[in-house]
Structure formats: structure tokens, C-alpha cells
């Protein structure tokens, strides 16, 4: 399997549970990055993950909460979310933090808040 | 004023047409340009990566920045149906790789 993969494709929950999204990426990539898109505005970075240690974190609320095991794999654990937070997350990754390096995406997680 | 502004959209455009997307941007520290295609239900595919001012053509698409207007275009030559999708326009200073990103323009492309 190549490129990055992001599971579950859809999620849907309620604003009280505890959910999970997860991305891999089989790039041989250093860094990784969560971005989130809703209808009509620009990509909103949220996290970005160096060779496993956090180095940006855009004032995400805490109800968000990223986790990077290894340069493989990223988490974003989720907990009493809002309504507002219904969109689609998506996970990229880059060979590492220069510029000359474009970022991948993955197919993002499409995630509704009843 | 928004850091990259991007016109939504919609465009429709008959097959075989010229189309062109743009953007523009405020920050002048911006050097690295690049053009992200999504197809619906898919994440952004990476289509053209271009690095300060000039032209970078690939097969349909060329890409082009004025950064002395602050204005960066893609241009799609003999559109086809498959060209149907949102593009997205993305930029980043030299420094480092916190991209940003314009709303993207949905384009369709009519048989």
C-alpha cells in the first residue's frame, strides 16, 4: 500500500463520545500534519508533527489531541465535540519541514457531530 | 484582508475549453507556489509545484506566478470531463512549511 491512509473514511458521533481518527503514511516521510477542511474556507492547519514531536499547535482546543507513535502514524483523538466540528480532517505528511518539500494528503475522515 | 484569496467559484466551462484559475496573496515572504486538485470524496492531489516568479508547464497545465503582483494562475488547456474538480492554490514562505491555503475553485468541465 502506498501514499497515506486515512481510517475510518466517515465517522459519525455524538458529542459526548470518544473517538479516534488515524493516519499512516507509507512515504518514508518525517513530518505529518493535521489539517481541517469545511465547506467553502481554506484548509485550517491544526497540528504538525517532526520525527514524532509536536511543533505547531494552532490554538486547537483541547477537546482535540494528537498523538504521533512513530514517523508512520498519526492520531487524533477526539472528545465532547461540537456541532462546529463537523468536517472533513485530513492527514498529510511531508519528507520533512522545508519548504522544498510538498505535502501529501490523505482521502480525510468526513466526520458529522449530531 | 484574507493571507490568500481564491474566487470559489462555481466554473463551468464546455470540454475543450482554455480555463483559468487564480489567486492572490498578501504576503510577500511567500516563494514556494503549488496547485492541489480534489476530486469529491478525495483528499488534494499535489498537480504543480513551483518555486518564486515564472512558468512551470505540465502536459495540460501550466503554472505561472507574478510575484511582484502577488498573483499566481493555473491554466488548463483543452479541458476534459475528468478535469472536473475543486483546485485548490497553496503557498508557504521560505523559512518553513506552514502552507496556506486559498477556499479552492470548483470547476466543471461540460461534455
Known amino acids: 500500500e502506498t501514499g497515506v491512509t486515512q481510517t475510518p473514511r466517515h465517522l459519525v458521533m455524538g458529542m459526548t463520545n470518544k473517538k479516534s481518527l488515524k493516519c499512516e503514511q507509507h512515504?518514508?516521510?518525517?513530518?505529518m500534519y493535521w489539517y481541517k477542511q469545511s465547506a467553502k474556507k481554506p484548509l485550517e492547519l491544526m497540528f504538525v508533527y517532526s520525527l514524532e514531536e509536536r511543533v505547531e499547535n494552532n490554538s486547537v482546543p483541547s477537546r482535540f489531541s494528537p498523538e504521533c507513535p512513530n514517523s508512520s502514524h498519526l492520531f487524533l483523538h477526539l472528545h465532547t465535540l461540537q456541532p462546529e466540528d463537523s468536517a472533513l480532517y485530513l492527514c498529510?505528511?511531508?519528507?520533512?519541514?522545508?519548504?522544498?518539500?510538498?505535502?501529501?494528503f490523505g482521502d480525510g475522515t468526513r466526520l458529522s457531530i449530531l | 484582508q484574507k493571507e490568500v484569496e481564491q474566487d470559489p467559484g462555481p466554473l463551468s466551462v464546455p470540454e475543450g475549453a482554455i480555463v483559468s484559475l487564480n489567486c492572490t496573496y498578501s504576503?510577500?515572504?511567500?516563494?514556494?507556489f503549488m496547485w492541489y486538485r480534489q476530486y469529491s470524496r478525495k483528499g488534494p492531489e499535489l498537480l504543480m509545484y513551483?518555486?518564486?516568479?515564472g512558468n512551470k508547464e505540465d502536459g495540460r497545465f501550466t503554472a505561472q506566478v507574478d510575484k511582484s503582483s502577488k498573483y499566481i494562475s493555473l491554466f488548463i488547456r483543452d479541458s476534459q470531463p475528468s478535469d472536473s474538480a475543486t483546485y485548490l492554490c497553496a503557498m508557504s514562505a521560505l523559512e518553513n512549511n506552514d502552507m496556506r491555503f486559498g477556499a479552492g475553485t470548483r470547476l466543471t468541465v461540460k461534455p
Open positions: 513551483t518555486y518564486s516568479s
Open positions: 504576503n510577500s515572504a511567500f516563494q514556494y
Open positions: 512515504l518514508g516521510h518525517n513530518a
Open positions: 498529510a505528511s511531508s519528507q520533512d519541514l522545508t519548504t522544498s518539500q510538498p505535502q501529501h
